[in-house]
Each structure stands twice: as C-alpha cells, then as structure tokens.
C-alpha cells in the first residue's frame, strides 16, 4: 500500500465516531477528574454530527474538501475548547491537500504537521502541557522519521499510534498548564489528560481504517 | 437528581423559547442558538455581543435588551458556544458599527470567540474580543489559563451597553470594557456543589461540614477548602482576598485591525486603596436565598467601611450563577465618573431593569 484514499479516510472518521461513543463515559470521567467533566459528552455530539453527514463527506471531490468539511463540523458541534482544537486540526490540515483525491506517507505527514501547527497556534500548548499536543506532536514527529527512513504507511501507522500511547500515558505525571485543569496545579498530577486520550483514539482509528 | 426538566437533550431550546414567550421585546433563533432584541437598533450603534455556557442565568440571555447587550450565544451547560452562533448572530444584528464580543476568561470561550472574530473580520465586518478575567482567587497567569471571568462579566455588559446606546464607537466601547476589566475583581465560595443535567451528579465531592473558598462558577477548585464556618466569616475571607490583592498584570489577545491577526496587550489592575468608590455585587450561585445575601452586604459594607472605601452602588442577588449551586460571591468595581454614568443610564433587560 503506497497511499490512502478517500474512502479509507471516511473510514477513518466513522471509526473515530464509534470510539467516541463507546468512550464517552471513560473520557468523561477523565475529564471530571481535573477538568469539567463534559469531554465525552462533546466529542460524542460532534462526531455524531459526522456520522450524520458520511454520505455527502464520501463524496466529497477530494481530501482537501472532506477535512475542511469535517473541520467545519466539529468546531460548530462539539463546543468547549476541543471543538475550536479539532476543527483546527481538520482545517489547517485540508490547507496543504490542494486538490489531492489520495495521501502518501509525506502528504499524510505534511497535512498533519500544518493542522497540529494550528492547533498549537490556537490554544497556545507546547509539548508538556498536559495537552493534546503532548499525543499529536510526537505523532507527527514520528511520520517524519518513518518518512526519513523510508518505512511503508503501515509501518508508519504502527510507530505512529505507539508514540501516541506513549504520549498520552506520559499526561499523567504532568502538571497542567492549560484548560481548566491548570487551576488545580500540582493536584492535577496522577489523573491522565482526556483530550490527550481523545487524540489518541482518533489517531489510533486511522491505523485501524487503513489497516 | 431532582431538576425541572423535560429531556435532558432539550433543555437549552426549551429554556430559550420560554424566555421568548415571557419576554416579548426578545427574539430567540435555535439553529444556530441565539437570543436577541426584537427591535433593530439605531444605525451605526456598536452591537455589544456575549455569551457562554448555559448554566448562569440569568446572564447573559437576561441581559439582552435596551441599555445592556444586543445579542448573547448560549452554549450546552457549561460549555462554550461555537463560533458558527456568534458568527450567524452578529451577522443578524450588526448595524454598520462594528461588533464588540464580551467574552470570559475560559479557554473554550476564548478560542470559539476568537474564531468567530476572525470570521466576521475577514468579511469586513470590524469585530474587537475583549476578556472578562477578575476572579482572585487564581493567583497567577503564568502556569494556569489566568484568572476567570466571574462577576465583573455583569457589571461591564451593563455599562458597556449604555455607552454603546451613547453612541460611543467600537474603540471607545472597547476602551471602556477594558477599563472595567481592570477594575473589577472578584471571589466566590461555594457551601455545596451544583449538578449538571447530563451528568446528573454532583460536579465535585465536598463534605456537609466544609466550604471552597474562591469557586469558580462551574465548580472549579478555589484557593482552599475550610470548615464552613459564620456568614461574617466567610465574607471577611472574600472582602480581604479582593481589597488585598496586589496589583495583576497580564497579557490579553486582542484583535489588531492593523495587521489582521491577535496581538497581545498587557493590562494591568491596581490593587484597591481607601478612598475608592465601588460598585458592589453581592451574587447567589444559585441556590442560596437572597435573604442570606443580605447578611453577607452588611458584612462586606462594614469591612469596606472601616477601608474607608465606600459601596456607591450595588446588585444584590442572583445574576451570574452556577446552576443549583449554593453558595456566593462578592464582586467589587472600581468606580469613576464615566463609569457611573453608564451604570445609572436606563436599562431593560429580564435580569436589570431601571430607569427611562
């Protein structure tokens, strides 16, 4: 397999839909923790949204439209601070996709590293925040290295969600500094970052629809 | 859980089609939610906009109307409303003047507001964010999301709102906002926890014997948590968290017409000294009765007297609240000429309402 087609990445959104639901109560419950506990509720609403809309996101005429589509249709139904954040990433990714009706290990890198650009633009997160970031930046790091050393989109995939597990488990030692949870310092230590744990689901769905 | 609801999933709609039917001069549009005047304004006055998660009634829907706020986007409980509703809602209301947002201080809010500003910048409709951020009881800016936008939020849609009626333009109304930002600060504190409807438990765990001093208004965790303790008690922590406090210094995104993009701006609140004159605002979160407000005012009144600061206007009573919560807040705002003026103008809104 050489590159990713529309279809795979439908594919990938509807996967991501059904985590959503089936973990709505588990990222709730995150959030709830150190945040306002209302992660799983929102996540779910928008890619229920997304879910609603799969026929006409099938055929959209090439990837560019069927990410600025979904981004469009996060940022007005998921709300909070994730709504703004993955619409952004949908968005800015569907930037660099002029055209493009399917993605090779690069394009799949450059997409995301332009949309993860823009998510840390947009809520101003770098790496140990206990973010989102703290799954997406090292994934797109690791498509770089996969893409350096040549590896196939399956094996890219596999480094990939690795790193992103990684990632997510590291939030747990983390102090928050961003999102409500920064209000609780030092006693945000020792509970995961549910938005890291949403980007996890959502990167490990694309593996699993294309794999 | 035992709340007035129907379904859980219909509860925003179903509240704002009350407030229409029970507030005639209000017109309310679901998709996307939005809740405005039902008479246009005159040509060229700045649209003061606001909004935020559900869950605070009566702000800010209950401050829509002539003196106050033009338009206000609520959001699901507790969470931020999306940017497509300030976009649609703006576009509906905007009189050739400009669009002012008042937003709040919370991460969510900020970014969805912030979108909504690129939006209608980038069809040249000139939109300015100006941040709420007066709650005390978050100490610094520099590892958290800064402090949150709590009472001080009520206080400047009202005057803000009256310039706005003035005939102030954007910038002034803008400056304005500004300079009640950096004049108000505020402390809350909480005897019980609130619940959330789609949750349907308890937002956070706190014991029968104990208080949270400095609460944010969805249950965030304040300073401390204490043995709950006399009403003077708890209004003496408050008035000294907010008459102590140094002065704040922080950097705010604000749009930059200029250069089309966010630049931030530094603003900085003065401590408050004797010889101040003040709007006070003592708030329910809900659930405490406004007879036990009445009992904080004269405690707060005291303490501030022997300050010699002294109250020149005051809100006693539920305005910013935190659905079922029980519990408090005081909000103190530096008054001067200017803004005194504004808040004495008429207004006619279903939560403030004074005047002609």
Same mark, same amino acid.
């Given at each position: 397999m050489?590159?990713? +087609?529309?279809?795979?990445?439908?594919?990938?959104?509807?996967?991501?839909?059904?985590?959503m !639901?089936?973990?709505? $109560?588990?990222?709730?419950?995150?959030d709830?923790?150190?945040?306002?506990?209302?992660?799983?509720?929102?996540?779910?609403?928008?890619?229920?949204?997304?879910?609603?809309?799969?026929d006409?996101?099938?055929?959209?005429?090439?990837?560019?439209?069927?990410?600025?589509n979904?981004?469009?249709?996060?940022?007005?139904s998921?709300?909070?601070?994730?709504?703004?954040?993955?619409?952004?990433?949908?968005?800015?990714?569907?930037?660099?996709?002029?055209?493009?009706?399917?993605?090779?290990?690069?394009?799949?890198?450059?997409c995301? $590293? +332009?949309?993860? /650009?823009?998510?840390?633009?947009?809520?101003?997160a770098?790496?140990?925040?206990?973010?989102?970031?703290?799954?997406?930046?090292p994934?797109?790091?690791?498509l770089?290295?996969?893409? +350096?050393?040549?590896?196939?989109?399956?094996?890219?995939?596999?480094?990939?969600?690795?790193?992103?597990?990684?990632?997510m488990?590291?939030?747990?030692?983390?102090?928050?500094?961003?999102? !409500?949870?920064?209000?609780l310092?030092? !006693?945000?230590?020792?509970?995961? $970052?549910?938005?890291?744990?949403?980007?996890?689901?959502?990167?490990?769905?694309?593996?699993?629809?294309? /794999? | 859980?035992?709340?007035?609801i129907?379904?859980?999933?219909?509860?925003?709609?179903?509240? *704002?089609?009350?407030?229409?039917?029970?507030?005639?001069?209000?017109?309310?549009?679901?998709?996307?939610?939005?809740?405005?005047?039902?008479?246009?304004?005159?040509?060229?006055?700045?649209?003061?906009l606001s909004?935020? =998660?559900?869950?605070h009634?009566?702000m800010?829907?209950?401050?829509?109307?002539?003196?106050?706020?033009?338009a206000?986007?609520?959001?699901?409980?507790?969470?931020?409303?999306t940017p497509?509703?300030?976009?649609?809602?703006?576009?509906?209301?905007?009189?050739?003047?400009?669009?002012?947002?008042?937003?709040?201080?919370? &991460?969510?809010d900020? *970014?969805?507001?912030? *979108?909504?500003?690129?939006?209608?910048?980038?069809?040249?409709?000139e939109?300015?964010?100006?941040?709420?951020?007066?709650?005390?009881?978050?100490?610094?800016?520099?590892?958290? #999301?800064?402090?949150?936008?709590?009472?001080? &939020?009520?206080?400047m849609?009202?005057?803000?709102?009256?310039?706005?009626?003035?005939?102030?333009?954007?910038?002034?109304?803008?400056?304005?906002a500004?300079?009640?930002?950096?004049?108000?600060?505020?402390?809350?504190?909480?005897?019980?926890?609130?619940?959330?409807? #789609?949750?349907?438990?308890p937002?956070?765990?706190?014991?029968?014997?104990?208080?949270?001093?400095?609460?944010?208004?969805?249950?965030?965790?304040?300073?401390?948590?204490?043995?709950?303790?006399? #009403?003077?008690?708890?209004?003496f922590?408050?008035?000294?968290?907010?008459?102590?406090d140094?002065?704040?210094?922080?950097?705010?995104?604000?749009w930059?017409?200029?250069?089309?993009?966010?630049?931030?701006?530094?603003?900085?609140s003065?401590?408050?000294?004797?010889?101040?004159?003040?709007?006070?605002?003592?708030?329910?979160? =809900?659930?405490?009765?406004?007879?036990?407000?009445?009992?904080?005012?004269?405690k707060?009144?005291?303490?501030?007297a022997?300050?010699?600061i002294?109250?020149?206007?005051?809100?006693?009573?539920?305005?910013? &609240?935190?659905?079922?919560?029980?519990?408090?807040?005081?909000?103190?705002?530096?008054?001067?000429e200017?803004?005194?003026?504004?808040?004495?103008?008429?207004?006619?809104?279903?939560?403030?309402?004074?005047?002609?």
């Open positions: 050489k590159t990713i +087609n529309i279809t795979q990445l439908v594919k990938w959104l509807e996967n991501s839909a059904l985590v !639901r089936e973990n709505k $109560d588990y990222l709730t419950k995150l709830s923790d150190i945040g306002d506990a209302d992660h799983g509720f929102n996540m779910e609403r928008g890619f229920n949204k997304v879910l609603e809309k799969l006409e996101l099938s055929a959209s005429k090439d990837i560019a439209s069927l990410f600025k979904t981004g469009m249709t996060l940022i007005s998921i709300g909070g601070a994730s709504g703004p954040l993955y619409g952004t990433l949908f968005l800015q990714a569907s930037i660099v996709l002029k055209d493009k009706t399917e993605l090779n290990l690069r394009d799949l890198k450059d995301l $590293d +332009n949309g993860v /650009n823009g998510v840390k633009l947009r809520g101003k770098s790496i140990g925040d206990k973010t989102m970031i703290d799954v997406l930046d994934v797109v790091q690791s770089s290295d996969s893409l +350096n050393a040549e590896l196939s989109i399956s094996e890219a995939l596999t480094d990939m969600v690795q790193v992103a597990e990684k990632g488990k590291s939030t747990t030692d983390l102090i928050a500094k961003k999102g !409500r949870a920064s209000y310092g030092e !006693r945000s230590i020792g509970h995961q $970052d549910a938005g890291a744990t949403s980007s996890y689901l959502i990167v490990k769905s694309l593996k699993k629809a294309i /794999n | 859980m035992k709340k007035l129907n379904k859980i999933e219909d509860v925003i709609v179903e509240q *704002m089609q009350g407030m229409a039917v029970a507030h005639p001069d209000l017109r309310i549009n679901l998709e996307p939610k939005y809740i405005c005047r039902n008479k246009a304004t005159k040509k060229g006055k700045v649209v003061i909004g935020g =998660g559900s869950g009634e009566p800010h829907g209950g401050f829509v109307g002539v003196g106050m706020l033009d206000a986007c609520p959001g699901e409980v507790f969470t931020s409303p497509d509703q300030m976009y649609e809602c703006a576009k509906a209301v905007e009189n050739g003047g400009g669009v002012l947002f008042l937003v709040k201080n919370y &991460t969510g900020v *970014m969805n507001f912030e *979108m909504a500003a690129e939006m209608l910048n980038s069809e040249g409709i939109t300015q964010n100006i941040l709420i951020d007066d709650d005390v009881a978050v100490k610094d800016s520099l590892y958290t #999301a800064g402090r949150r936008g709590v009472g001080t &939020t009520v206080i849609e009202k005057i803000v709102g009256a310039a706005s009626e003035a005939g102030y333009n954007l910038n002034e109304c803008a400056n304005l500004r300079k009640v930002n950096s004049r108000g600060r505020s402390m809350g504190i909480a005897l019980t926890s609130c619940i959330v409807p #789609a949750a349907g438990k937002n956070f765990d706190i014991d029968e014997d104990e208080i949270e001093i400095g609460v944010g208004i969805h249950g965030e965790p304040g300073r401390k948590r204490i043995a709950h303790t006399t #009403a003077d008690e708890i209004t922590i408050l008035t000294n968290a907010i008459l102590d140094e002065d704040y210094t922080r950097q705010l995104n604000e930059d017409a200029e250069s089309s993009g966010w630049k931030e701006k530094t603003l900085v003065e401590s408050f000294k004797s010889g101040d004159k003040m709007i006070a605002m003592v708030n329910s979160l =809900g659930s405490t009765p406004v007879s036990e407000l009445y009992s904080v005012y004269r707060l009144d005291e303490i501030c022997e300050k010699e002294s109250l020149v206007r005051n809100l006693v009573g539920a305005y910013i &609240t935190a659905l079922d919560m029980q519990g408090c807040s005081i909000t103190l705002v530096r008054a001067d200017e803004i005194l003026k504004f808040w004495d103008s008429p207004v006619n809104t279903p939560g403030l309402r004074w005047g002609k």
